[in-house]
């Protein structure tokens, strides 16, 4: 007696590919898939942006969008810097935390580096080195975001000390050249607050294609000469920072701060960059692939890969469409492919980075 088949648990047939018996035909449909599925809309009129069309009025937007995170992000990290990292101590690397530890050498000098000489001021002569350094070794690598996310970070924190805003909020007026008084006495919730601050500002930064400069740029020189990557160049940098600092202010209980700070940052910027970078890989089995390849021609603005598939169950023949978008596109195409073909089988998988195409920059 023959064995009645029953369909996957799932209640969908299985999907094989029609040509699957051909190996040169699976190399040529994964192909078609790394090549078709990223790339941009068919052409229109406008100006190519990372491989996709854009029109002026888009090509404009997104530009005052990157300048505008940019701006936030440096806003972000100044704040972190002038009202939690420098009242507390706290060193979490880069060149706010070379420039605390500098200023407990350099301000009780005299009246004239007591004045003159804040942190802020030294942070942005270091940064300024640091630049002109990267232009001569580095080139390109330092550009004219980079310069100016750099020049904001510094002057906001000059703006702060100039206008002594924790002395107007706390009652107690900062000397010239001295430390700010914190803004509470829990000192963990305010590196926690450094911590969010500066990573999220950072994160801001990054995706714009700028960065803060300072000890990225110690980085990028790092990996020239040597066989490091960014990520671990930095690491080192900003673990000697905190280490110096550690035999400068003699405080156990800053240091293990810190260190805290240092790696709760590199873990909280590598997950919102992730977040900033994540897109959607859909794979869409249906019986209609006209209408629904149209939509993601003409409204998504994307294209997509079509192949042949074959029911495993029921051997019924369907057309596999296959995609990636962000994720506020993933949510109108599934919409749409429940209306135009409730039957439609559709998985929506995490890419964590797409580089083609039409991808790879957030902004």
């Known amino acids: 007696m023959k064995k009645k088949k029953t369909p996957d648990s799932i209640g969908q047939d299985a999907v094989t590919a029609e040509n699957a018996a051909s190996p040169e035909a699976e190399v040529a449909a994964a192909a078609s898939t790394a090549l078709n599925a990223t790339e941009g809309?068919?052409?229109?009129?406008?100006?190519?942006?990372?491989?996709?069309?854009?029109t002026r009025a888009q090509k404009n937007k997104r530009t005052a969008l990157r300048w505008t995170f940019i701006t936030f992000g440096a806003i972000l990290m100044s704040i972190s810097v002038y009202f939690f990292q420098v009242p507390n101590n706290f060193t979490l690397g880069g060149v706010g935390g070379i420039s605390i530890v500098l200023s407990k050498f350099i301000t009780p000098l005299n009246s004239f580096t007591q004045r003159f000489l804040t942190q802020a001021v030294i942070m942005a002569i270091i940064?300024?080195?640091?630049?002109?350094?990267?232009?001569?070794?580095?080139?390109?690598?330092?550009?004219?975001?980079?310069?100016?996310?750099?020049?904001l970070y510094t002057g906001l924190i000059w703006v702060?000390?100039?206008?002594?805003?924790i002395?107007?909020?706390?009652?107690?007026?900062?000397?010239?050249?001295?430390?700010?008084?914190?803004?509470?006495?829990?000192?963990?919730?305010?590196?926690?607050?450094?911590?969010?601050?500066?990573?999220?500002?950072g994160a801001l930064i990054f995706n714009s294609g700028a960065s803060s400069g300072g000890t990225d740029i110690i980085a990028l020189i790092m990996k020239k000469f040597?066989?490091?990557?960014?990520?671990?160049?930095?690491?080192?940098?900003?673990?000697?920072?905190?280490?110096?600092s550690i035999f400068t202010f003699k405080d156990i209980s800053t240091a293990l701060f810190s260190f805290l700070?240092?790696?709760?940052?590199?873990?909280?910027?590598?997950?919102?960059?992730?977040?900033?970078?994540?897109?959607?890989?859909?794979?869409?089995?249906?019986?209609?692939?006209?209408?629904?390849?149209e939509y993601i021609l003409?409204?998504?603005?994307?294209?997509?890969?079509?192949?042949?598939?074959?029911?495993?169950?029921?051997?019924?023949?369907?057309?596999?469409?296959?995609?990636v978008c962000k994720r506020n596109e993933a949510l109108k195409i599934k919409l749409k492919v429940k209306q135009l073909d409730p039957e439609a089988f559709v998985i929506i998988t995490d890419a964590n980075?797409?580089?083609?195409?039409?991808?790879?920059?957030?902004?």
């Open 160 to 165: 702060f000390e100039y206008i002594d805003i």
């Open 226 to 244: 040597t066989k490091l990557n960014v990520g671990v160049a930095l690491m080192i940098v900003d673990l000697i920072i905190i280490v110096v």
């Open 41 to 54: 809309a068919p052409a229109q009129s406008g100006v190519v942006v990372n491989g996709k069309v854009l």
């Open 298 to 323: 003409k409204v998504v603005n994307h294209s997509y890969t079509m192949y042949d598939a074959e029911g495993g169950y029921t051997h019924e023949r369907k057309k596999v469409l296959v995609t």
């Open 167 to 201: 002395g107007i909020i706390t009652g107690i007026p900062t000397p010239k050249g001295g430390v700010p008084t914190p803004l509470t006495d829990q000192p963990f919730l305010e590196l926690c607050f450094s911590i969010l601050l500066f990573g999220v500002g």
């Open 127 to 151: 940064n300024v080195l640091l630049l002109i350094i990267g232009f001569i070794i580095l080139g390109k690598s330092c550009t004219l975001r980079t310069v100016y996310c750099s020049l």
């Open 261 to 293: 700070g240092l790696f709760a940052r590199t873990f909280l910027l590598d997950g919102v960059i992730e977040s900033f970078g994540k897109t959607k890989y859909l794979t869409i089995i249906t019986k209609h692939p006209e209408d629904i390849g």
């Open 353 to 363: 980075e797409i580089l083609g195409k039409g991808f790879g920059e957030t902004f």
